[in-house]
Nanobody, 115 residues
């Protein structure tokens, strides 16, 4: 019943931009903390950005000033605008929904930054 579906990944050159989307269903979207995580080959999954129901923002130091997380509660969608992309941003990006003990994950979308 619960689904988080990511889209928008792909191949982009260094300095380019991508916009990731995560469409949620089966949850009361407005009350969840929504987040984007990423996992690069050989590395642990890390938090990239999160946004609470009240709009409070949190970013990893490595993406501050370049990435922007936002949410549209009407569309039940969370976005990650990624600008000035670097090769080290290459990873599978995962959407996460969290509310107290309830936590859900999307299947991930590949982002590759390469010339």
């Amino acid at each position: 019943q619960v689904q988080l579906v990511e889209s928008g990944g792909g191949l982009v050159q260094p300095g380019g931009s991508l916009r990731l989307s995560c469409a949620a269903s089966g949850i009361t979207f407005r009350i969840y903390v929504m987040g984007w995580y990423r996992q690069a080959p050989g590395k642990q999954r890390e938090l990239v950005a999160s946004i609470t129901s009240g709009g409070s923002l949190n970013y990893a130091d490595s993406v501050k000033g370049r990435f922007t997380i936002s949410r549209d509660n009407t569309k039940k969608t969370v976005y990650l605008q990624m600008n000035s992309l670097k090769p080290e941003d290459t990873a599978v990006y995962y959407c996460n929904a969290d509310w107290t003990r309830l936590e859900y994950w999307g299947q991930g979308t590949q982002v590759t930054v390469s010339s």
